[in-house]
């Protein structure tokens, strides 16, 4: 009996240690030091790749040079308005197959930080929220609402049991080992009061109740509850300390560049400031840094969200958008991370000692009470360079610079001593030409203001959308007395549009009058040109385009777009008419879109003009159709659309994005320093258009016959398009 018993308990303290030497294994937690898995601290090196921003078919190489690059992890926002186009109705296909992105990135060998949010931000529509999620009844955003609440943790929940069922948390084995839940609350928590407070508390309670075995995130949110790790975003954030002593210190956005508005400079972050940045984080105890953006990609169709986001989010990432190596930003982040890696024991093992060297210079040591030794030897100054001695050895520290010593003594790396090559990027023709030209003017004669949708005044655009296109016409009628004085020879009357946002175009009796656009700093504008009216009905027809919603914002769901202010015409007889409030007619979308042009398939129901004809528009709204064989090779290919003026374009029926040949505008041409930190961002690209080339994926493209449609609103030139292959050389 008594052998029995004892060899019972023993199985049992067997189990029981097995079982939690099981949980140790696969689980995921945390300590002041850093994220702990398979019960080790971990110093982990991470990269945000976003993937409806680039194709299936480039996933596996993009998260492949990750790894290359020294990364550890892979960082994703979830895109909701992606999944979820419709309510109930999902979408995880092609460039949305989040669980194939994930198994991926699996398969590579990388872990995941998977950022439901499911507000993201992230210069994507509406922020990543569902418009039709705007239009739930007594609904409000991002606050203390139970409708929203609830729209939240449904969506929340989907997508964590959707990683569940495949495994994919790093407690089941799978490669999730961290998960965000909101997104940079802490400004909205502070303008909401109490409101924002209960809401933060509520997401925290939720997120940790779906029971992922992995710890969650709240990035920029000091007050993130227990046990949701606070994480800071920024170009530095050695200045950042988690709200409680037991969290690490956590980096979830190191800005590697930044994103581009049209009609924005080109911003450039030099690779020597982002390295110091990170090496200071890391020597202040840092123990998670992931590039925001390490591959940013491209906004397809009509996901840039701003708005005037540009198409292309290449973001000056260490792979740039067409999936190429940007050097030498790549290689020298590389460089860091393994001398990071080579320091990794001792930098989760201990404090640093700090010592001074000099007015900037400092030495920060890190040991394992083992006998291993880790220095960082910091310069601050701006501009000159130092000589210090630190343990009877003489070194010379760049400006700005931090040098690691991963055994104390020798120099592996400094981060303003750029080694690596240069990438030199060509966009070289790709020998595709265009034929079979077409071109099919938008209907614009037959508008009518008889549509299905009318109303007497001004209506929000989004709300008679609900953002299925990003055009909508407002048309309205305008009796003119043949007595009016102007019909005899006086000054034409004025027509003056207020509009929330974000462009139009202004027809009066079919003919094209003018444009108007608004930018992403202020979205309003005024458009006020004369226009020629005759004796009689008079059809003022305004094209109110959107280009891309707000993403970030108090409330931004509440915002208005489109022609919401007033319209006037002044210099009339009577002096100013006011048609803000008679009857509107509203026709959401373009008939070209109606009649999906776009499709490769469909056979066409219209009358292309054809031939030479086929180039000469004489208005603004023209839809262009052409064919071009398949560049050879496997360069990355580009649309150079520079003779070209605003509007979309589609290849085999694939929405390439918006494009817009807007000039950049502002302050380039200067790198510009922000506070006591040096900044980090440098502009460039004044007077050339900020978007010239849009990414066409090659596996978009079949070797003969892809059809090209192009939606210009102003007017362009389509022999001046062409097919270009991206080429790059390192030296
Ligand atoms: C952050 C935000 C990201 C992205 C970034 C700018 O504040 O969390 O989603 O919008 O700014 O690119």
């Not at 020597?283 to 986001?309: D, E, L, W």
Request: one cysteine or more.
């Amino acid at each position: 009996m008594g052998t029995v018993l004892v060899s019972k308990i023993l199985t049992f303290l067997l189990t029981t240690i097995l079982v939690s030497s099981a949980v140790i294994q696969c689980g995921v937690t945390y300590d002041k030091k850093s994220i702990v898995i398979n019960g080790r601290r971990r110093i982990l090196l991470s990269g945000s790749i976003h993937y409806p921003r680039s194709t299936p078919e480039m996933w596996e190489d993009l998260i492949t040079k990750a790894k290359d690059g020294g990364l550890d992890v892979i960082d994703t926002y979830v895109f909701w308005n992606g999944h979820e186009p419709s309510p109930g109705n999902y979408n995880f296909e092609g460039r949305y197959d989040l669980v194939r992105f994930i198994k991926t990135v699996q398969r590579v060998g990388l872990y995941v930080h998977l950022r439901i949010g499911p507000y993201v931000c992230a210069e994507w529509n509406f922020g990543g929220f569902p418009v039709w999620l705007k239009y739930v009844p007594g609904i409000s955003f991002r606050t203390d609402n139970g409708p929203f609440k609830a729209a939240m943790q449904g969506f929340t929940q989907k997508i964590v049991q959707m990683m569940k069922n495949e495994g994919l948390f790093a407690s089941q084995g799978g490669p999730i080992i961290l998960s965000q839940i909101e997104n940079e609350y802490g400004p909205e928590r502070k303008a909401l009061g109490s409101a924002g407070q209960s809401y933060v508390n509520w997401a925290a309670k939720m997120a940790v109740g779906l029971q992922t075995g992995v710890p969650w995130v709240m990035c920029k949110e000091d007050d993130a509850p227990d046990p949701i790790i606070n994480a800071c975003n920024g170009f530095y954030c050695d200045y950042f300390t988690p709200n409680k002593p037991y969290k690490p210190l956590l980096w979830t956005e190191a800005w590697s560049g930044w994103f581009t508005e049209f009609g924005g400079p080109k911003v450039k972050r030099p690779v020597e400031d982002l390295a110091f940045a990170v090496a200071r984080f890391i020597q202040k105890g840092g123990s998670y840094v992931n590039y925001y953006m390490y591959h940013g990609g491209t906004n397809f169709g009509r996901t840039a969200g701003g708005p005037f986001i540009t198409t292309s989010y290449d973001y000056d990432a260490p792979i740039d958008e067409y999936g190429l190596l940007q050097e030498p930003k790549y290689s020298h982040l590389k460089e860091l991370h393994h001398a990071i890696k080579l320091s990794e024991h001792a930098l989760v093992s201990s404090d640093p000692t700090i010592t001074k060297l000099g007015n900037y210079e400092q030495a920060r040591v890190f040991s394992d009470g083992k006998g291993s030794c880790v220095a960082f030897l910091s310069n601050y100054h701006i501009n000159s360079p130092a000589k210090v001695t630190f343990k009877n050895r003489h070194y010379d520290l760049p400006a700005w610079s931090i040098s690691i010593l991963p055994d104390c003594s020798n120099v592996v790396f400094n981060t303003a001593t750029v080694r690596a090559k240069n990438s030199h990027v060509e966009m070289v023709p790709s020998g595709s030409v265009l034929y079979s030209v077409a071109r099919y003017d938008e209907d614009i004669a037959s508008l009518s203001d008889h549509t299905a949708i009318t109303a007497s005044g001004l209506l929000d655009q989004i709300n008679v959308t609900r953002d299925s296109s990003d055009y909508l016409w407002y048309i309205t009628s305008v009796d003119i007395k043949p007595s009016e004085s102007f019909l005899r020879g006086g000054k034409w009357p004025t027509l003056t549009i207020d509009s929330a946002g974000h462009a139009v175009h202004v027809f009066v009796n079919g003919h094209f009058y003018g444009s108007a656009f608004g930018n992403r700093e202020n979205r309003r504008f005024v458009y006020s040109a004369p226009v020629n009216l005759r004796a009689g009905a008079n059809r003022i027809a305004l094209l109110s385009v959107a280009v891309g919603l707000p993403n970030v914002g108090l409330h931004f769901e509440r915002w208005e777009t489109g022609i919401v202010g007033s319209v006037m015409l002044n210099g009339l007889d009577e002096g100013k008419r006011d048609l803000s409030w008679q009857k509107w007619s509203y026709q959401v979308g373009l008939k070209g879109e109606a009649l999906n042009l776009v499709s490769p398939t469909a056979t066409s129901p219209v009358e292309w003009i054809r031939g030479s004809l086929a180039k000469q528009s004489r208005q603004p709204l023209t839809w262009y159709k052409a064919y071009f064989d398949g560049p050879k090779g496997n360069e990355p290919v580009a649309l150079d659309l520079r003779s070209m003026g605003k509007g979309q374009a589609w290849i085999n029926g694939q929405n390439v994005g918006r494009y817009w040949m807007d000039y950049a505008k502002g302050d380039c041409g200067a790198c510009s320093y922000e506070g006591t930190y040096r900044q980090s961002k440098c502009h460039s690209g004044c007077g050339e258009p900020t978007q010239r080339w849009y990414h066409v994926p090659r596996s978009w493209l079949k070797p003969r016959g892809n059809m090209l449609v192009l939606l210009e609103e102003l007017g362009g030139d389509i022999s001046g398009v062409s097919l270009v292959r991206r080429s790059v050389s390192y030296n």
